[in-house]
T-cell receptor
């Protein structure tokens, strides 16, 4: 079956611009995660959704970052007033339920470059 | 706060030789532990996981890992590596108490296979 998909695969933007990154989870998966992977680092947790609600947004670095999942499936990560330090690969993952014992399946990521 | 240390940034192994990748974690309770592999252009793939029980866990692609509570370690092993094992390997820890489902990753170990 289809895995987690993310669009676009690459996004280049200018400092100060607004960007949206999309994640399509595996069908039926209720849990959805966003991570950020900077060059030479491991993925860093940003936010976790269970259904439509953000159950844990403790990893969002500041109020320029926001994510939604209005219908409990597709999610959009939104970054306002982008900065060069936001350049990274943004990873999305989904799992079949709450709890880290449920395997998280990762998408290929969106590479964001802020010029 | 939980943390994961992967002391080796790069490891070079000859094809057919054995492999051990180190992982140490810091966590206040019994953690859930994971090893993921990331190949160029591919998403993160789960190799194996430890939740409880037998401290030696078997994974896909011939990998195994051993949980040692006394050493706070979860080292990944493979008896004989293949050229296709060249990739980035990440150790991760998850919260076992529920409510905070994001994983904490180490910085990764880049595995190079020599012919």
């Amino acid at each position: 079956g289809a895995g987690v998909s993310q669009t676009p695969s690459n996004k280049v933007t200018e400092k100060g611009k607004y960007v949206e990154l999309r994640c399509d989870p595996i069908s039926g998966h209720t849990a959805l995660y966003w991570y950020r992977q900077s060059l030479g680092q491991g993925p860093e947790f940003l936010i976790y959704f269970q259904g439509t609600g953000a159950a844990d947004d403790s990893g969002l670095p500041n109020d320029r970052f926001f994510a939604v999942r209005p219908e409990g499936s597709v999610s959009t990560l939104k970054i306002q007033r982008t900065e060069r330090g936001d350049s990274a690969v943004y990873l999305c993952a989904s799992s079949s339920g709450q709890g880290t014992y449920n395997e998280q399946f990762f998408g290929p990521g969106t590479r964001l470059t802020v010029l | 706060a939980q943390s994961v240390t992967q002391p080796d940034i790069h490891i070079t192994v000859s094809e057919g030789a054995s492999l051990e990748l180190r992982c140490n974690y810091s966590y206040g309770a019994t953690p859930y532990l994971f090893w993921y592999v990331q190949s160029p252009g591919q998403g993160l793939q789960l190799l194996l996981k430890y939740f409880s029980g037998d401290t030696l866990v078997q994974g896909i692609k011939g990998f195994e890992a051993e949980f040692k509570r006394s050493q706070s370690s979860f080292n990944l092993r493979k008896p004989s590596v293949h050229w296709s094992d060249a990739a980035e390997y990440f150790c991760a820890v998850g919260y076992s108490g529920g409510g905070a489902d994001g994983l904490t990753f180490g910085k990764g170990t880049h595995l190079i296979i020599q012919p």
